[in-house]
């Protein structure tokens, strides 16, 4: 008798780890095409992702970068100081979009060409998402008016 317990009790570790590993491996897959990474033009220049990843580019718009095609698409650039990277956007920009201002945008890179199919801005003269303050303050491009 002590020893059927012993072995029913081994038996329900084992089966409570492996479904502990399958419901794990299952959040996972389920995840991977969630979690978008970001990268400012800087890391974007030393390591460039994988074709077809899609992550979110963040920094300043370029001043004087901002044109507007014909056909409705938008061409800038975005800076962090260290490295700019072109972006290429069809859609509405955001009413606070604009030259010398923080921005993120979601897409992927074609080429040397980020392709963004969402664009974010600030959203008043104060605000900077947190991603994009970090990667300037990392170029020395950035500073707190508070230090």
Do not use: W
């Amino acid at each position: 008798m002590r020893s059927l317990r012993k072995k029913r009790r081994i038996q329900i570790i084992v089966l409570s780890f492996v479904a502990l590993a399958v419901s794990t491996a299952l959040v996972g897959y389920a995840m991977r095409d969630g979690i978008n990474y970001f990268r400012s033009p800087s890391d974007l220049a030393e390591s460039p992702p994988k074709s077809g990843e899609i992550f979110r580019l963040g920094g300043l718009v370029q001043e004087g970068s901002l044109r507007k095609k014909n056909d409705g698409e938008i061409l800038f650039r975005v800076t962090d100081g260290g490295a700019t990277t072109e972006v290429t956007f069809n859609g509405v920009l955001p009413d606070l979009f604009a030259e010398n201002q923080g921005m993120i945008g979601m897409g992927s890179l074609v080429g040397e060409v980020f392709v963004a199919s969402e664009i974010l801005a600030k959203h008043d003269e104060s605000y900077m998402p947190k991603e994009v303050m970090d990667a300037l303050k990392a170029q020395g491009v950035y500073q707190d008016s508070d230090n």
